[in-house]
């Protein structure tokens, strides 16, 4: 495969715009983010045991030259270290991960014992006119209304196993969002990712009908071409929203579809089931196969049918909970992963949790159990 990335330092661009903020008057720049330690340990997918801890500092920077102009960089310092760092599944994500066409990464410490890299996570720059927005640079595009799986969002997949639900990667593209009527919103997209086979465009309608909206896509994803729509709306009370896509690879062509309700109960509870059917699905793969592919999809299974139960609530005062468990219908294999949330102090916050996976057979009987600590400081 030929190569194409461009190689552009993380920090020199970030810091171009740290020079631009500090000569501007103070209302027009503004300065945000996070300190997290993040760790975590348990068993490789290849019966490895290992810890892992995380210290970033994230640095999220805004500047508006003009009222109709916005310069974003959200830049992360970010130190790893652990035994995982020897292990031969690390050794493997290190030659699938998922790179960008633009590199923004510095890494002054890469070995054996620990990992030291400045990333920038977001770098883009933003009109917003009266009907018009245009968007360039590493950004997020966030279409689907999914809460656990995003079909028709191709440009930033995100794994439903993931440790951090929170964090979505970016992408090194174009976006345009027009409004020609207040019901009416067209939009188009263009993004390249490590290679010219990873380059992703698409367009995208978005209206009203009733108390529904609904949209209507289409584009063309590393060589195939995918059509699909979602809406979301209420019945009654309880929110209802689907996706639904269709795919025409070389080889085959595949469905895929999401159903989802979500309902807040007097308690204060939240229910939200999800039912995904995956006709894209594998049968079988490697672990190999499963790294390679995650770096442009999301929805990678074995099987078809899937339904997650994700349960939220407040428990005491400055203490919440989350449960989400996925069951694969088909080989019965479960995934679960509770959290707790504890607000130690304002702008302080505790997150415990464990990844729980069971069966025999099936897509969850390839992973192993991992535990989870984190404690963040917002400024």
């Not at 993380?10 to 020079?19: E, G, S």
């Not at 999220?60 to 599944?89: F, H, K």
């Not at 999401?258 to 490697?286: C, K, P, Q, W």
């Amino acid at each position: 495969m030929m190569r194409a990335r461009t190689d552009i330092p993380a920090l020199p661009a970030a810091l171009l715009l740290c020079i631009l903020s500090c000569g501007a008057p103070a209302q027009d720049w503004d300065v945000s983010g996070y300190l997290k330690n993040f760790a975590t340990g348990g068993l490789t997918l290849y019966d490895e045991y290992y810890y892992l801890v995380t210290h970033r500092l994230r640095v999220n920077l805004e500047y508006y030259p003009v009222s109709e102009m916005e310069l974003r960089a959200i830049v992360d310092n970010q130190l790893t270290w652990g035994s995982y760092l020897q292990t031969e599944q690390y050794s493997l994500s290190k030659t699938l991960e998922q790179q960008d066409y633009i590199d923004l990464t510095l890494d002054p410490v890469d070995n054996e014992y620990a990992l030291w890299q400045a990333v920038v996570h977001r770098l883009y720059l933003r009109y917003s006119g009266d009907n018009i927005d245009l968007t360039a640079g590493r950004q997020r595009i966030a279409w689907g209304t999914g809460r656990i799986w995003n079909p028709t969002d191709l440009f930033n997949p995100n794994s439903p196993l993931t440790l951090e639900p929170s964090e979505r990667r970016g992408s090194d593209s174009v976006h345009v969002a027009w409004r020609p009527a207040d019901d009416l919103q067209l939009e188009a997209a263009w993004a390249i990712g490590a290679d010219r086979d990873d380059a992703r465009w698409a367009a995208r309608g978005r209206t009203c009908v009733g108390s529904y909206d609904l949209s209507f896509m289409a584009g063309r994803f590393r060589g195939s071409e995918v059509v699909g729509f979602d809406f979301s709306g209420y019945v009654a009370d309880a929110g209802l929203r689907g996706e639904f896509t269709y795919t025409w690879e070389d080889e085959r062509s595949y469905a895929r579809a999401v159903l989802s309700y979500e309902y807040t109960f007097g308690n204060g509870i939240d229910l939200l089931a999800e039912y995904l059917y995956n006709g894209g699905n594998l049968g079988r793969f490697t672990l190999e196969d499963a790294a390679a592919l995650a770096a442009y999809d999301s929805i990678i299974s074995i099987n078809r049918h899937f339904l997650a139960l994700l349960l939220a609530r407040e428990l005491f005062p400055l203490v919440s909970g989350r449960l989400l468990t996925i069951v694969d219908l088909e080989d019965g294999s479960l995934f679960a992963f509770p959290m707790i949330y504890y607000s130690l102090a304002q702008d302080v916050d505790l997150t415990l949790g464990v990844q729980l996976f069971f069966g025999d057979d099936g897509d969850f009987s390839l992973y192993s159990h991992t535990a989870l600590v984190a404690l963040e400081w917002y400024f």
